[in-house]
């Protein structure tokens, strides 16, 4: 990860140590998750369509098969959104630092671990 500077590098200003800058998702990983979210939604009613419309629905008897008959569903429906957001996730978060006294800024991406 990379270190924030303590002082400007124009004006060599401290900056505040009191308030520490907020780090943030890059917009490609929000781009990402917009995505993984237009896609999850659109996928469920069409695996509920399928399943709904289909001309026979086997009502399972245990609760084991109940079980897997839902865990299997949730992964196929959300399975892939799911997927897009940890890819998103991986994208590396950047932070902006703003000098109060000069008005410099700079933006550091801050890798992950």
Known sequence: MEKLPERCPECNHAFSTLVRP???MQKKAIMLFLVGIGFTF???AAVIAVLSLSPVIVIPRSVGAVALM???GVLVVFGPGLAIGQWAMRIPRVTTLKCRQCG???VFVRRRN
């Open 42 to 44: 659109p996928w469920a």
């Open 22 to 24: 907020k780090s943030r």
């Open 70 to 72: 839902v865990t299997v």
């Open 104 to 106: 410099w800024s700079d």
